[in-house]
């Protein structure tokens, strides 16, 4: 009796060849895949750090403004010979 032609250990290596190909660049693809992500997150994370950074110095800054023209420019009066009056 013949053996058939497909099942030589020729052909079952070749096929082992191909699904093991097949499974390292599947790796490699979703290897990358979750890289990209990795970096697109960092550089978004590093964005968003940066925009509420100068939304909180804007923030202060409205508010010092506010207490100054609430607090402080109530008790300042004009010319009395005070210490006010050298150095404005």
Same mark, same amino acid.
């Given at each position: ?15 082992? %060849?191909?699904? !093991?190909?097949?499974?390292? #660049?599947? +790796? ?8 990209? *992500? /990795?970096?697109?997150?960092? %550089?978004?994370? !590093?964005?968003?750090?940066? #925009?509420? +950074? ?8 409205? *508010? /010092? ?24």
């Amino acid at each position: 009796m013949k053996p058939d032609r497909f099942d030589d250990g020729w052909h079952r290596r070749r096929r082992d %060849i191909r699904d !093991a190909s097949t499974i390292v #660049a599947t +790796t490699q693809f979703g290897l990358a895949g979750v890289l990209a *992500l /990795v970096v697109l997150a960092y %550089i978004g994370m !590093a964005a968003l750090r940066s #925009a509420a +950074t100068n939304e909180a110095v804007k923030q202060a800054s409205e *508010l /010092v403004d506010a207490q100054t023209r609430s607090v402080v420019q109530p008790a300042v009066t004009d010319g009395d010979g005070g210490w006010m009056s050298v150095c404005c």
